[in-house]
């Protein structure tokens, strides 16, 4: 973009990761002043918490205009041509365990893992899941989610079409309903000690 198009309201908002320095278009992101990956590394030290690739900057999804936050529906698309492609999604990396190099799709193997291990995580936190973790190769995971993050990766992320695909919210939201059991939970639930006494 021309200095003459930012000039003339070509952009709207200009914002980089506060941490990484990556640029950010997600409004979420923008707002933060900081991308998904960094959000989701918390208190380390800020040198080891960089995005390892360009997609995990919170770049555009499905369409410049057409951005789907995860709640409605689990994308997973490429750009570019097939020797130069970069995926998108809109999950964010919160942890790294089998892939360091990205997230991956159409599949079985690390990057799809990494990419199914995320969507587990993301959403045990989104409905305010509490229990035991599990350390990974950067950072650390619910226990719960490490162990259902291969089932869903067959499910949904080995199984998509190279160009990708879009998921509904609710198909995901149907698949945890079904796999998240209660001998799952209490299996690994953390005992509080309050609830001992």
Known sequence: ????QLAFGGVKRISYCSRCKKPLS???SVDAGMGPICR???GRDMKDD????QE??????????????LTEALVLQRDGDDDHAVVRTNVPHLVVHHSPSGFEFGYAGSGPADLALNVCQWYLNRIGYRGT????FDGSCWSLAFVLHQDFKRAFIASAPHE????PFKKVKAWFDQHIT??????YAVIVEEELE
């Open 56 to 69: 995990f900057a919170d770049g555009p999804v499905v369409g410049d205009d057409d951005w789907l936050e």
């Open 182 to 187: 209660e001998d799952l939970q209490r299996m």
């Open 40 to 42: 989701g590394h918390g």
């Open 26 to 28: 997600n409004p979420a």
């Open 164 to 167: 990708g695909r879009v998921i």
């Open 133 to 136: 973790k599990s350390d990974c």
């Open 1 to 4: 973009m021309t200095l003459q």
């Open 50 to 53: 960089v995005c390892k690739r």
